[in-house]
T-cell receptor
């Protein structure tokens, strides 16, 4: 099973709403990632978790709040978003650890977020 | 982070080989060369990676220049399902570096495959 599952596939939310994106993997991976992708642009790294601890935050605004409740789950909590935050949000995972940089990263199909 | 340069787009005919180039003149000794592709409406998909030697797998081959300043992804027989954006990415393997483990995407090459 080499699958990263993201829910929901589509989400429409108002600027005052609080919502969450969820990501799950059962490959035993210890590194998990959130990427953001705008239309016709490459994915941009937002956060990296390694062994359930936040290891990289790419200066993401605090209206995006990641959470890693256990080694299989990764959430992205959304609050007070702006219309320009509308994008495809991709979750990914890989084997963590010292040799992690050479390891394959597996991506989910993404969650399409529209902020109105 | 070391950067990569790829052509914006390339075209190929079905069942012909495709050579996708990538320049990475500022590559460091601890950077792996990764290739990912993204099909329409899907997340990126791993294709291949290497450090110094040429690599082959069931999807493609990766040819790495001796000075490591460039590489080429080779699709031996393109199919319509290979139409995608192909990303050449450098990934830092040095533990403790600020970019350790990060996968930073460039603009990529849009590959169009004609029947």
């Amino acid at each position: 099973d080499t699958e990263v599952t993201q829910t929901p596939k589509h989400l429409v939310m108002g600027m005052t709403n609080k919502k969450s994106l969820k990501c799950e993997q059962h490959m035993g991976h210890r590194a998990m990632y959130w990427y953001k992708q705008k239309a016709k642009k490459p994915p941009e790294l937002m956060f990296v978790y390694s062994y359930e601890k936040l290891s990289i935050n790419e200066s993401v605004p605090s209206r995006f709040s990641p959470e890693c409740p256990n080694s299989s789950l990764l959430n992205l909590h959304l609050h007070a978003l702006q219309p320009e935050d509308s994008a495809l949000y991709l979750c990914a995972s890989s084997h963590g650890g010292p040799s992690g940089a050479g390891n394959t990263i597996y991506f989910g199909e993404g969650s399409w977020l529209t902020v109105v | 982070d070391a950067k990569t340069t790829q052509p914006n787009s390339m075209e190929s005919n079905e069942e012909e080989p495709v050579h996708l180039p990538c320049n990475h003149s500022t590559i460091s000794g601890t950077d792996y060369i990764h290739w990912y592709r993204q099909l329409p409406s899907q997340g990126p998909e791993y294709v291949i990676h290497g450090l110094t030697s040429n690599v082959n797998n069931r999807m493609a081959s990766l040819a790495i220049a001796e000075d490591r300043k460039s590489s080429t992804l080779i699709l031996h027989r393109a199919t319509l399902r290979d139409a995608a954006v192909y990303y050449c990415i450098l990934r830092d393997v040095s533990a403790g570096g600020t970019s350790y483990g990060k996968l930073t995407f460039g603009q990529g090459t849009i590959l169009t495959v004609h029947p």
